[in-house]
């Protein structure tokens, strides 16, 4: 049985952009916190954990433009130089980029697709209860009718 809304599983509104929010906030309050001793070494640890949370609770879509925010927030207050949108991003730089947005990507399609199939199944166990139920109520009123005749 194909199910169409499976894709409806995390609640709609805007609850999810904002609990992404404060989890970037978060996230760079902490990174902020470590600078020092992180220095321009994984700027984006505290993101890729934040957009991999929201994916969690709150799907794909949200996940993906938190890491849309988190990409220029990371790379401006926490990568050489500091504080700037240097145009010549280095070959160290990219490589960051495409790791952290790719195991983020990843990550938030596939627990996306866990949740699809897990609502899914519950929809389908609701479906069979109900089957079954009208299957025995359908047998109650033969049985009922046959006594009848």
């Given at each position: 049985?194909k199910?169409?809304?499976?894709?409806c599983?995390?609640?709609?509104?805007p609850?999810?952009?904002?609990?992404?929010?404060?989890?970037?906030?978060?996230?760079?309050?902490?990174?902020?916190?470590?600078?020092?001793?992180?220095?321009?070494?994984?700027?984006?640890?505290?993101?890729?954990?934040?957009?991999i949370?929201?994916?969690?609770?709150?799907?794909f879509?949200?996940?993906?433009?938190?890491?849309?925010?988190?990409?220029?927030?990371?790379?401006?207050?926490?990568?050489?130089?500091?504080?700037?949108?240097?145009?010549?991003?280095?070959?160290?730089d990219?490589?960051?980029?495409?790791?952290?947005?790719?195991?983020?990507?990843?990550?938030?399609?596939?627990?996306?697709?866990?949740h699809?199939?897990?609502?899914?199944?519950?929809?389908?166990?609701?479906?069979?209860?109900?089957?079954?139920?009208?299957?025995v109520?359908a047998?109650?009123?033969?049985?009922?009718?046959?006594?009848?005749?």
């Amino acid at each position: 049985m194909k199910i169409r809304n499976s894709r409806c599983w995390s609640k709609a509104g805007p609850e999810r952009y904002l609990a992404g929010i404060a989890g970037v906030c978060i996230a760079f309050a902490l990174r902020y916190v470590l600078h020092p001793v992180l220095h321009d070494d994984i700027p984006m640890l505290f993101f890729a954990i934040n957009c991999i949370v929201i994916a969690f609770f709150y799907g794909f879509w949200p996940s993906f433009w938190m890491l849309v925010v988190s990409i220029p927030i990371a790379f401006y207050f926490f990568v050489e130089p500091f504080k700037t949108f240097d145009p010549g991003l280095d070959k160290t730089d990219v490589f960051t980029l495409v790791v952290y947005s790719t195991l983020v990507g990843l990550a938030a399609v596939m627990l996306e697709l866990l949740h699809r199939e897990k609502y899914k199944s519950a929809l389908l166990v609701l479906v069979s209860d109900t089957r079954y139920r009208l299957l025995v109520e359908a047998d109650e009123d033969r049985r009922v009718a046959l006594k009848h005749k």
